[in-house]
């Protein structure tokens, strides 16, 4: 049974940080992209970050670019998004996402994380 659990998430203060982490089970982690993707409340999702199965080829939205930074442990199958100078336009539910293919390609996912609350507040 593939299971993506994320944890990490909490309320932090505009200019913090947060480090979200996703462990997964139930496949071959090291064979497959896998992305971040958020919710804001009252709106729809929204694609964040992306990383190859090698974790040599990342991709982010504009809006986070020079913030998060994505990474990947094959041995410790988790995944990572830390997150600097975070602002309250980043507020949302993060989910990790597996991508059915080993590179960033089309953004579509087989199978998702439950979520975890990221609140930017003061």
């Known amino acids: 049974e593939v299971q993506l659990v994320e944890s990490g998430g909490g309320l932090v203060q505009p200019g913090g940080s947060l480090r979200l982490s996703c462990v997964a089970s139930g496949f071959t982690f090291s064979s497959h992209a896998m992305s971040w993707v958020r919710q804001a409340p009252g709106k729809g999702l929204e694609w964040v970050s992306a990383i190859n199965a090698g974790g040599g080829s990342t991709d982010y939205v504009d809006s986070v670019k020079g913030r998060f930074t994505i990474s990947r442990d094959n041995v410790k199958n988790t995944l990572y998004l830390q997150m600097n100078n975070l602002k309250a336009e980043d507020t949302a539910v993060y989910y990790c996402?597996?991508?059915?293919?080993?590179?960033?390609?089309?953004?579509?996912?087989?199978?998702w994380g439950q979520g975890t609350q990221v609140t930017v507040s003061s």
């Open positions: 996402a597996k991508d059915p293919d080993n590179e960033i390609g089309v953004l579509e996912y087989d199978f």
